[in-house]
């Protein structure tokens, strides 16, 4: 069984060290079974604790393709490989050095694998209800604000940037309590708060936000 993965095509700048995945989980739904047994008893016991069964199966989904696309790439087993967490939660594989994030939202996951770089992603499904203006005051500076200035498209261009930078540097930050400015260029790329941390927006299907970060080795010339 190989849950199917699409190749997200990567923004000018993105080293080729790095490959980002998008899963169709609505496509792939029929698949929960053997996903579930793929998983270790840890991950089967977080799939039974979601109450609602759309998120439960978008995390086994998700994990499992994590899992096997992980074991492509390290050749080993799917269901032998072994995670360890950091202070702050953030999940790396024993015994290797490939770097790794995940994320979901709606119908859709992502997954990004770097053999060089820190990474962090982010999807946000556009919410027609979602009270944006509120969100911002609470979320986003006065700078960042005046940037989205009600536009649904920025703001959620800005929150997945800010997302993905914060899961890339791993210090346990939210988008709520510390990530300062980080406003998307007509490039696509964004204005990094820090050096050696760098951000793109990427390309999803409609309704969709998505954004990729990496903690460089060297400082980006966009910081």
Same mark, same amino acid.
């Given at each position: 069984?190989?849950?199917?993965?699409?190749?997200?095509?990567?923004?000018?700048?993105?080293?080729?060290?790095?490959?980002?995945?998008?899963?169709?989980?609505?496509?792939?739904?029929?698949?929960?079974?053997?996903?579930?047994?793929?998983?270790?008893?840890?991950?089967?016991?977080?799939?039974?604790?979601?109450?609602?069964?759309? *998120? =439960? @199966?978008?995390? !086994? $989904?998700?994990?499992?393709?994590?899992?096997?696309?992980? /074991?492509?790439? +390290? &050749?080993?087993?799917?269901?032998?490989?072994?995670?360890?967490?950091?202070?702050?939660?953030?999940?790396?594989?024993?015994?290797?050095?490939?770097?790794?994030?995940?994320?979901?939202?709606?119908?859709?996951?992502?997954?990004?694998?770097?053999?060089?770089?820190?990474?962090?992603?982010?999807?946000?499904?556009?919410?027609?209800?979602?009270?944006?203006?509120?969100?911002?005051?609470?979320?986003?500076?006065?700078?960042?604000?005046?940037?989205?200035?009600?536009? *649904? =498209? @920025?703001?959620? !261009? $800005?929150?997945?940037?800010?997302?993905?930078?914060?899961? /890339?540097?791993? +210090? &346990?930050?939210?988008?709520?309590?510390?990530?300062?400015?980080?406003?998307?260029?007509?490039?696509?790329?964004?204005?990094?708060?820090?050096?050696?941390?760098?951000?793109?927006?990427?390309?999803?299907?409609?309704?969709?936000?998505?954004?990729?970060?990496?903690?460089?080795?060297?400082?980006?010339?966009?910081?």
């Amino acid at each position: 069984m190989q849950i199917a993965l699409q190749t997200v095509a990567l923004p000018s700048g993105t080293p080729d060290t790095l490959e980002v995945f998008i899963l169709d989980i609505k496509e792939e739904a029929h698949r929960l079974p053997q996903a579930l047994a793929i998983l270790n008893k840890d991950e089967q016991d977080r799939h039974n604790w979601y109450n609602h069964p759309t *998120s =439960a @199966r978008r995390f !086994a $989904l998700t994990r499992a393709a994590l899992r096997q696309r992980l /074991a492509e790439r +390290t &050749g080993g087993e799917a269901t032998a490989l072994r995670f360890e967490y950091g202070p702050h939660g953030k999940p790396a594989l024993r015994a290797s050095q490939l770097r790794f994030n995940v994320a979901h939202s709606g119908q859709y996951a992502l997954i990004a694998i770097s053999t060089t770089h820190d990474v962090g992603i982010d999807i946000e499904r556009h919410a027609s209800t979602a009270p944006l203006d509120t969100l911002s005051s609470s979320i986003f500076s006065d700078e960042e604000r005046a940037w989205c200035a009600g536009d *649904s =498209a @920025r703001f959620y !261009a $800005l929150w997945c940037g800010k997302e993905a930078m914060i899961k /890339a540097d791993g +210090t &346990g930050f939210s988008v709520a309590n510390g990530m300062p400015v980080a406003m998307l260029r007509d490039d696509g790329s964004y204005i990094s708060p820090r050096p050696g941390l760098q951000a793109w927006s990427l390309a999803m299907p409609p309704g969709y936000a998505a954004a990729l970060a990496l903690l460089a080795d060297e400082p980006s010339s966009h910081a």
